[in-house]
């Protein structure tokens, strides 16, 4: 709740004043003309303050201006005028992680680029954060508003005061407004600075001269029309002409605002320069990265080897941990050989079998700190292998009640159409155990109806198979054990042999091999009614349900091995003594920092990055992230800041780019 009015003002612990200059159409505001007739009829303010008034003080009384003067939402625009952030939503701060040094030194990044062809930048407004995000922003703008509103306030006073105190009173008012605009203006510049080409940042800084705006808005001569007629023009130069509509709207706001003094329209207009400034940011970054693509994933193994001998010899990698999981499922893969009497495993077989059993059963740590850049997409593979599993439970439960005179052609039949109403039913959370009655209709809906009953509903038979998929879909019950060990076995040595036969390819090699591309839609023929050439029978390859997993994961196997084998499994072992805690006591000497290289005359495509090892005095690191570690958008490395390209909080973080799914 915002203070009562108060008569006097009283000193307080507050917020020191800021002489933040704004720029807005203040001129409109504080000029003679028509619209200012809105403030002549506001209740009188203090005539004049006293020599002794502290800035808490002053402040306090604009807050009471706008409490009084903005009504019928002056309690709110007051309240937020003062609890707001000073800096817009969108500033260059916030869009630095799109810059080019950012992209090519984020590692998490240059992984995922690897498994989705279509990954790209979008803003980061889901959840609990950006609901908070959102909330924020209003808050700021709302807050604006009541900064233009002083503006113009302030200024016609002080046009109009008869003694030079009250003249120096409202001028007084008029720097402490001062808090936000300023803020935005420069914003505003900087961005649009980084979006055009170098010949034009002369002309884009000298127009923008916040300063002079700022004069220009404290005397009331600022012309917020032809300003914003000049920003559209430019924008509308360097933008995709998809947004031209969005400019126009942009530039009619705030000259509507200019012209009728309308706060709410100014600010609406400023609003939307920022967002449009943030889509071309997007534009470009995202651009950059479908170009960049091959060159990214072509040197993923070098950039990520450099990278991670980098973080080893900082500690921020337990390689024994590693080496310990790794050891252990090779000894219990070769004394079973040796007991069997088979061909002993390699150390790709140890990998890839260590990797599907911790997925499926090690709930705790499924998989070890060398995996940190996989942890989203593990997460993602063990979810469908048990949606797998619940699947084969809700039909072999279907298939243990079903008559035993009911033939196999229609149980199949029926426990296919069983398992796309339970798909249905789950959706994309997969989430069974929550599920449990919906699903336990379905089945005896089912079961009657291979049964010849109608209606297909049974009180009792529902109950007995509520009570048992209950018990089966539970991750630790005997019934979900086993089938996760036949699915194990059935998935284990098909990944063997998928591995073995992509180990050798490159990583661009691989994402060829094994990413999903979008297939475009057929075009209609252009005779006939558009009939479609049915390809022979012997070209259509069999569906195998178990492919899709097995190709994710000798993707993910593929490159962890390249990258991974020298340095943490193949590496000699070290002692029990010599621990990463201990090795992180030495700092690394380099760092790996990753340059874009330009053909000449050129700023936004490269066309090659090359990775230098830089000097580096990195302090002690923060230990390996944790797989379900929650997070921000990522901070990459700027290239003139080796202690920057460390990416730190790169790996903690969640990546701000979001991958579209590709069939």
């Known amino acids: 709740m915002h203070r009562k009015t108060r008569s006097q003002p009283v000193s307080a612990d507050r917020e020191s004043l800021e002489p933040e200059t704004t720029s807005h159409d203040s001129a409109s505001m504080a000029s003679t003309s028509p619209a200012t007739t809105s403030y002549e009829s506001a209740s009188p303010a203090l005539s004049c303050s006293s020599p002794a008034m502290s800035d808490q003080e002053l402040i306090y009384e604009i807050f009471d201006y706008i409490l009084e003067n903005m009504e019928p939402n002056g309690a709110d625009i007051s309240h937020f005028y003062e609890v707001a952030t000073k800096q817009p939503p969108i500033t260059p ?81 008029l720097r402490g407004t001062q808090r936000r605009l300023r803020q935005i203006f420069e914003a505003i510049r900087d961005i649009l600075s980084t979006l055009v080409p170098d ?63 309308r706060h709410d329209k100014l600010v609406n207009g400023l609003r939307q320069l920022l967002n449009i400034l943030e889509a071309m940011k997007l534009d470009v970054a995202n651009h950059q990265i479908r170009h960049m693509r091959p060159l990214l994933v072509d040197d993923t193994v070098n950039f990520q080897r450099r990278y991670n001998a980098h973080r080893i010899s900082l500690g921020k990698i337990e390689v024994r941990k590693c080496q310990k ?20 495993p390699t150390t790709l077989d140890a990998l890839s079998s260590a990797l599907l059993r911790d997925l499926l059963f090690n709930e705790a740590t499924p998989c070890p700190p060398s995996f940190y850049l996989d942890y989203d997409r593990l997460r993602i593979i063990r979810n469908d292998i048990r949606s797998t599993v619940s699947h084969e439970i809700c039909r072999a439960t279907l298939a243990e009640l079903t008559p035993p ?25 997969s989430r069974f155990t929550e599920r449990v009655e919906n699903i336990a209709v379905e089945i005896v809906r089912f079961l009657l109806v291979l049964e010849g009953r109608y209606p297909p509903f049974d009180g009792t038979l529902l109950g007995m198979v509520e009570q048992r998929l209950a018990q089966a879909l539970q991750p630790t019950s005997q019934a979900f054990d086993k089938l996760a060990r036949d699915t194990c076995d059935r998935l284990l040595p098909k990944l063997k042999v998928c591995v073995d036969a992509h180990i050798r390819m490159s990583a661009l090699d691989l994402q060829d ?37 097995v190709r994710r994961m000798t993707h993910i196997i593929c490159l962890h091995w390249q990258v991974w084998a020298d340095l943490v499994y193949l590496a000699p072992k070290v002692g029990e003594a010599d621990t990463s805690a201990s090795a992180s006591l030495t700092p690394s000497p380099t760092i790996p920092i990753a340059q874009a290289v330009y053909a000449p005359g050129k700023k936004w495509l490269p066309v090659s990055v090359t990775v230098t090892d830089v000097p580096s005095g990195m302090p002690t690191p923060a230990s390996t992230p944790k797989p379900a570690a929650d997070a921000d958008i990522p901070r990459g490395t700027e290239g003139a800041d080796p202690e920057a390209g460390d990416a730190t909080q790169q790996e903690s973080e969640s990546l701000d780019a979001h991958q579209h799914p590709t069939t």
């Open 325 to 344: 999981w790794f050891d252990e499922e090779m000894e219990g893969l070769t004394a079973r050989a040796i007991e069997l009497g088979t061909p002993q």
């Open 405 to 429: 005179w009911v033939s196999p052609a229609e149980l199949l039949k029926a426990q296919g159409a069983l398992q796309c109403a339970v798909s249905a039913i789950v959706g994309m959370s």
């Open 199 to 261: 010949h034009e940042q002369k002309r884009i800084r000298a127009r923008l001269d916040v300063d002079l705006i700022m004069q220009q808005i404290t005397n009331g001569v600022c012309d917020l029309i032809d300003l914003s007629t000049w920003l559209a023009t430019v924008v509308k130069k360097h933008c995709a002409p998809m947004r031209d509509e969005l400019v126009d709207a942009m530039s009619m706001d705030i000259q509507r605002g200019a012209l009728e003094n």
């Open 93 to 173: 701060e916030s869009l630095a992680e799109l810059d080019m040094p950012r992209i090519i030194n984020n590692p998490k990044l240059r992984h995922d680029v690897n498994f989705d062809r279509e990954l790209h930048f979008r803003p980061n407004l889901e959840g609990s954060k950006g609901k908070q995000k959102l909330r924020s922003a209003d808050q700021y703008w709302q807050a604006l508003e009541g900064e233009l509103f002083m503006y113009g306030f302030a200024a016609v006073r002080k046009q109009t005061a008869a003694y030079p105190a009250a003249q120096a009173h409202w001028e007084r008012v």
């Open 513 to 549: 091999a094994l990413v999903s591309t979008i297939m475009p839609a057929l075009s209609p023929s252009p005779f006939g009614f558009g009939a479609v050439l049915t390809p022979p029978a012997g070209m259509v390859k069999q569906y195998d349900p178990d492919e899709d997993i």
